[in-house]
Every structure is written in structure tokens, then in C-alpha cells.
């Protein structure tokens, strides 16, 4: 928000930075920082072992098999047949939402929709008893719901997507906004470290192929500010469609804006890609305020901006720079399995290695008569061996060990006891997992992924900034308390009084 401010506009962040007050000392209390703990702590004020979402991702410990955090094979895909990418509810969410709470306080009149490319940012932001959750279908381009929320596509959900806006978006390619040569902030537009775009031979603008590469792919328009733009105005569509702020009632409308995401991790954050992002979104921030002012009202709406997470420098970056870095865990659960076979004499003990987390196979142990502390000790061991592991600990040890704060506070409230793994490992700084040769990723507790911006603009709203301590914890109940609701039950955070005016 501020490496790119000269490029702003007055009506998009610098609106929400020069007439809001910004928090700019706000961390994630918790590890790993990965999306869906991120949306959900903003949203429930609680943390992973509390709420229950554990990651995107994680491995169900009884039968050894994957979860995805919002996956639901008894409800059925709504816009779509497509059963993968629409069945998909916020059953695994274990506390109420501040979203929720507002639905209770206001007897369900004050209504809930939650936008976002992504179906995870979507749900467990709307929480439990929205009006609607709405997300993009890679298979058709039109943005579906399930039956968790309703049988049937709203009539302006129908609508929208018969816009096809998405090739409109991306009909005349991606070029940068601006003459490239004033991209200052961001490394060579060609830098060996950033991924491709669809059929790409180079990561450089201009992207003549969008379009087509669009029709081949529809999710390639995620990596793109043509993502954000399509979500802002779905958002336009959810005020007009359900006649949000249209009373006296308070209404909450939930945004996730996933491009800048996608793009990071692609391209890396030092690329021009990513900076030209932030520059579009920034336009499209001012035309989505200067939308709700004429139909909500200024000063008539709050709005608050954050992020589920911050993301890494390149490791090939960093290397040119001579940070240091690297990749961690290259074929750690292939050797760790080895280990143990040597030592236990069975195979296939780890499971998987998930969210910097292992995960050992419970039927495997019993078919073999093991303990699992005794292969857990084991593997802890061994696994510190390894130079780019800085710690690694049992999750039912980590309270004794000498793992230094802020650290470890962080791995507790991260480790759900029912869904979380069995090891957490800690890797040293900007070593980053072997699958981000390019662009980058995110998942630890070091600053670059838990520091994370938050600005209140709006109603209740004084004008102001603070360098303070304060965590995403504290989204919930700031909005609680500016709602004068109940906080959501998971809650643990607490309210940053600064911000609220009289």
C-alpha cells in the first residue's frame, strides 16, 4: 500500500489510507499462514485450533485421506454441474462468523453475501447463514453457488453472468497500465523467476494470447487485475441484486479480492505483473467507492481492507540479491519414510507432509504395533538434521519446548487437535517449499507472510493510523463492537477502541 502510492490514484487506497485509520502493526497470531485460516480468523476472531479449519488442505486422521476445507459431497453444485468445483459448504467451520452474529442480532433481516474467485474466500467469510456465497466456475466462467445456500441462481446472479463478462474483460489481452519504464518499484519485466501465464513463452507484457489462452483455460483470468475487476463488479451486482444498505438494517457484503494472490504467487511480488495489480485495483477500488456512495451514501457504509496472508521474495530474487534462501523439504517425506522404515522396519509410516505439518498414518502404526510417540520422537530427530529446519517439534510438546515467542504461541493456536498433523516444522527464513521455483508462496511465521495490512474507512470510523500490536484476531470484534453485536463464539481477540469513533 505504500511501495506503490505514488502510482495511486486519490480515490482508491489512498481514500481508505488518508480518510481511514490504518493499523500498520498487525500480525497473524497463528501458523501456518495459509488462506483459509486467514479468512476465517478475520472473520470469526478465532484461531485454527478453536474454528477447525486447519488449512485449504488436510489429512483426515482416521482414514488417511484428504479434506478440502470447504469440500461437501451431501450438497450439490447450484450454476453448474460441475460436482468438484460447486458442492462446496462451510460445514467444517466450527464457530459462528461475525456475519453470522449480525444474522442473529438482526433476526436474519440484516442480510449476508460473500463474493470472491475463490470458493473457500467466498463461504467462510458469509459463514453459516448467508443469503447467498458466490464464487467463479473455471469449468463455464460464470460465477455458481451450491444447495447448502439455495436451490436455484438468484435472478441477478443469472443475469451477471450472461454478461459473459469475463471475455470481455480479457478480450484485448494484458498490457500494463502505465508506459512499462515507469515501473520503478518492480524488478526486469523478464526476471528468470517468475512463472508463465497460460501459453506465454515469457513472463513480459505484453499478453496478447489472454483471450485465447482464456477459452482454454478460464482460470488464467485469476492471475490477472481482469479477477479483481470481475469480482468488484459482482459485488455492484450483490448491492443492486439484494438491495443491500437499501434500509435501516445493517447488511454485510463480504469481498475477497484473490487476484492479487494468484498473481504473487506466479509472478513473485518484485514483478511488474504484481505492481500493475495493485495499480488497476486501485482504479477499480475508486469506481467501487464512488458505486456506493451514490447508491448507499458517504459516511453512510464501512468498509475494512485486509489480507488473509502476506507472501515471500522469489527465491531466485532473493538469491541475485544475495538474501539468504533456498527450498526446503525437497523429498522430505520420501527420506523421512525411508528413516523410519530403517528404524520401525514398516513402510510408508508418514502419511503426508501438509501445511509445514507431518502427518503419520494411524493405520499403519496399529497394523504394526507402534507407538506413535515413539515414531514421533523418532522423526523429530531426524527431521532436525536437516539445515533448513530451524525448529521441529510434537504438537502435543510444543508448550515445554524451547521454541522462543512470538513462535511459539503461534504453533498452538495454529494446531487443531482433531485435524492438524503431528510434527510442526519450522523452516529458517525465506526458505521456501520446492514447488515455488517460481513466483512464490506462503505459509510461516516470519513477517513477510503474518504482517499484514488493516484499515477501517467509513461509518464509526475515526481518522488516524497506529503502530501498535495488534492481530487479525481483532478484525471480529472491532466490527462486533461497531455493530454492537455479539462477538462471534470462537472469538479471542479484542477490540481496537482507537479506531471506533463516537
Request: with cysteine.
Amino acid at each position: 500500500l505504500y511501495r506503490f502510492y505514488g502510482k495511486y490514484g486519490n480515490d482508491g487506497f489512498k481514500r481508505l489510507l488518508n480518510t481511514g485509520y490504518s493499523l500498520n502493526n498487525v500480525h497473524i497470531p497463528y501458523v501456518p499462514t495459509i488462506t483459509a485460516l486467514g479468512h476465517t480468523c478475520i472473520y470469526t476472531g478465532s484461531v485454527p485450533a478453536i474454528h477447525g479449519i486447519a488449512g485449504n488442505d488436510w489429512t483426515d486422521k482416521e482414514t488417511g485421506k484428504g479434506v478440502y476445507c470447504t469440500a461437501d459431497d451431501s450438497v450439490q453444485p447450484v450454476g453448474t454441474t460441475n460436482t468438484k468445483t460447486g458442492s462446496h459448504s462451510p460445514k467444517n467451520l466450527w464457530s459462528t462468523t461475525v456475519t453470522d452474529e449480525l444474522r442473529l442480532a438482526t433476526n436474519f433481516q440484516g442480510k449476508v453475501v460473500g463474493v470472491s474467485l475463490k470458493d473457500r474466500a467466498s463461504i467462510l467469510p458469509a459463514g453459516h447463514t448467508p443469503n447467498g456465497a458466490f464464487w467463479f466456475d473455471d469449468s463455464t466462467g460464470n460465477f455458481i453457488t451450491s444447495t447448502w445456500y439455495m436451490n436455484d441462481l438468484p435472478q441477478w446472479v443469472k443475469s451477471f453472468n450472461s454478461q459473459n463478462l469475463p471475455e470481455k474483460l480479457v478480450a484485448n489481452g494484458w498490457n500494463t497500465l502505465l508506459p512499462i519504464n515507469e515501473y520503478t518499484e518492480s524488478a526486469p519485466d523478464n526476471s528468470p523467476w517468475e512463472g508463465l501465464l497460460g501459453s506465454a513463452k515469457t513472463p513480459t507484457f505484453p499478453y496478447s494470447n489472454l483471450a485465447k489462452d482464456y477459452q482454454t483455460k478460464k482460470d488464467n483470468i485469476r492471475y490477472t487485475p481482469f479477477g479483481n475487476t470481475l469480482t468488484l463488479k459482482l459485488a455492484e451486482a450483490s448491492v443492486e441484486g439484494e438491495k443491500l444498505g437499501g434500509d435501516n438494517i445493517t447488511d454485510f457484503l463480504a469481498i475477497n479480492l484473490a487476484s492479487t494472490d494468484y498473481a504473487g504467487h506466479k509472478f513473485g511480488p518484485n514483478s511488474i505483473e504484481v505492481e500493475d495489480v495493485y495499480i488497476r485495483l486501485d482504479q477499480d477500488l475508486a469506481e467501487f467507492f464512488k458505486y456506493l456512495d451514490s447508491k448507499v451514501g458517504k459516511g453512510e457504509y464501512t468498509v475494512f481492507l485486509s489480507a488473509d496472508h502476506g507472501g515471500a521474495h522469489s527465491v531466485g530474487f532473493l538469491k541475485e540479491h544475495k538474501i539468504p534462501t533456498g527450498f526446503f523439504g525437497e523429498d522430505a517425506e520420501k527420506n523421512l519414510n525411508q528413516k523410519l522404515k530403517e528404524k520401525f522396519g514398516a513402510d510408508k509410516l508418514v502419511n503426508a507432509i501438509d501445511n509445514y505439518q507431518v502427518y503419520f498414518d494411524r493405520k499403519v502404526l496399529a497394523d504394526n504395533k507402534l507407538e506413535l510417540d515413539d515414531v514421533r520422537n523418532f522423526a523429530v530427530k531426524e527431521i532436525e538434521k536437516d539445515p533448513t529446519v530451524l525448529y521441529a517439534v510434537s504438537v502435543d510438546k510444543v508448550q515445554e519446548s524451547s521454541i522462543p515467542e512470538p513462535i511459539k504461541q503461534r504453533i498452538i493456536n495454529g494446531i487443531n487437535r482433531q485435524r492438524s498433523g503431528d510434527i510442526q516444522l519450522i523452516s529458517h527464513d525465506s526458505m521456501l517449499p520446492p514447488y515455488s521455483k517460481t513466483g512464490t508462496t506462503h505459509s510461516v511465521w516470519n513477517s513477510y507472510d503474518s504482517h499484514i495490512p488493516l484499515i477501517f474507512m467509513g461509518w464509526g470510523v475515526k481518522q488516524g493510523e497506529s503502530n501498535r500490536e495488534y492481530h487479525m484476531t481483532d478484525i471480529a470484534p472491532t466490527v462486533s463492537s461497531l455493530l454492537k453485536i455479539q462477538f462471534p463464539s470462537g472469538n479471542v481477540g479484542n477490540p481496537i477502541t482507537e479506531v471506533i469513533g463516537k
